[in-house]
T-cell receptor, first 110, second 115 residues
Framework: DAKTTQPNSMESNEEEPVHLPCNHS???????IHWYRQLPSQGPEYVIH???SNVNNRMASLAIAEDRKSSTLILHRATLRDAAVYYC???????????FGKGTHLIIQP | EAGVAQSPRYKIIEKRQSVAFWCNPI?????LYWYQQILGQGPKLLIQ????????DSQLPKDRFSAERLKGVDSTLKIQPAKLEDSAVYLC?????????????FGSGTRLTVV
């Protein structure tokens, strides 16, 4: 079965960069890598996704390893509002539903 | 644009009872997904619809769970009979025709407690 692993929690300081890692060692060549974040009592919110190349958007950057077995979500300048659970996920298995990891609880210190 | 609407927000039932959840996706989104999120875990895909047809229901416990998407818009997910381990948040998401390449929009979910 496809498996995605993430650290349970990470802590960072406000206004500093944050690098959130994810291992997806069983990913196949056509599976997209996605990141979502979730606040309490809300549904996951889309952050970024990619296939092979690194990606940037207004929220974050996604760095994908050359062998695609790992990726890193980069928040360039964390704010208190970035405190959330961040999920790494990937598509695959013939359909495009996502397989999620267990998530990383990101704590931002002022 | 309006987001993915789900109702009810909360539901408490006794085991062996039945329950239904409703989802209205973003207008024009052809693909609709139901996920189950148990406390402390990531969401787990239950079923994927493309318009009103099922694309993937391999992880749906079909002995007790059923889902439909009539007319390719709204969808309902039903559990009958419910078990204690069905306590979870049920999330609906929608996307354009190929969500993997565009991202998914999730609703706020329905929190089910089975007692």
């Amino acid at each position: 079965d496809a498996k995605t692993t993430q650290p349970n929690s990470m802590e960072s300081n406000e206004e500093e960069p944050v690098h959130l890692p994810c291992n997806h060692s069983t990913i196949s060549g056509t599976d997209y890598i996605h990141w979502y974040r979730q606040l309490p009592s809300q549904g996951p919110e889309y952050v970024i996704h990619g296939l092979t190349s690194n990606v940037n958007n207004r929220m974050a950057s996604l760095a994908i390893a050359e062998d695609r077995k790992s990726s890193t979500l980069i928040l360039h300048r964390a704010t208190l509002r970035d405190a959330a659970v961040y999920y790494c996920a990937h598509s695959g298995g013939g359909a495009d539903g996502l397989t999620f990891g267990k998530g990383t609880h990101l704590i931002i210190q002022p | 644009e309006a987001g993915v609407a789900q109702s009810p927000r909360y539901k408490i039932i006794e085991k062996r009872q039945s329950v239904a959840f409703w989802c209205n996706p973003i207008s024009g989104h052809a693909t609709l997904y139901w996920y189950q999120q148990i406390l402390g875990q990531g969401p787990k895909l239950l079923i994927q619809f493309q318009n009103n047809g099922v694309v993937d229901d391999s992880q749906l416990p079909k002995d007790r769970f059923s889902a439909e998407r009539l007319k390719g818009v709204d969808s309902t997910l039903k559990i009958q009979p419910a078990k204690l381990e069905d306590s979870a948040v049920y999330l609906c998401a929608s996307s354009t025709s190929t969500g993997a390449n565009y991202g998914y929009t999730f609703g706020s979910g329905t929190r089910l407690t089975v007692v």
